[in-house]
């Protein structure tokens, strides 16, 4: 059993940068690979980016890639999502999800399906 609590969204202009959180319980956490989701209103949830359980592997949606940076610390049982460049269709609610299978690299996790624990979001807003 995997609990995600995400911090760290806010309003911010184009342009700028905000970092996400999410901490998670249990001791076990380095045996999930996590992710991130976000989900705008009247749309469905969409894939922002993954990371393996060690972190030295991620995987980003071509909509963020270049601009938000995916790490882990398993010490700390934390996850960020470092988000650059932000722009106004980056607005979301932003979720963090925990996934305990075994699939055939990072990129296979791009789809809700594949994960089992979920945050309850943090609100991202970037106003033009």
């Known amino acids: 059993q995997v609990q995600l609590v995400e911090s760290g969204g806010g309003l911010v202009q184009a342009g700028g940068s905000l970092r996400l959180s999410c901490a998670a319980s249990?001791?076990?956490?380095?045996?999930?690979?996590m992710g991130w989701f976000r989900q705008a209103p009247g749309k469905e949830r969409i894939f922002v980016a993954a990371?393996?359980?060690?972190?030295?592997?991620?995987y980003y949606a071509d909509s963020v890639k270049g601009r938000f940076t995916f790490t882990r610390d398993n010490a700390k049982n934390m996850v960020y999502l470092q988000m650059n460049s932000l722009r106004p269709e980056d607005t979301a609610v932003y979720y963090c999800a925990a996934s305990s299978t075994y699939g055939s690299g990072v990129s296979a996790y791009t789809t809700p399906g594949e994960y089992t624990y979920w945050g309850q979001g943090t609100q991202v807003t970037v106003s033009s």
């Open positions: 990371i393996g359980r060690s972190g030295r592997s991620t």
């Open positions: 249990g001791r076990t956490f380095s045996n999930y690979v």
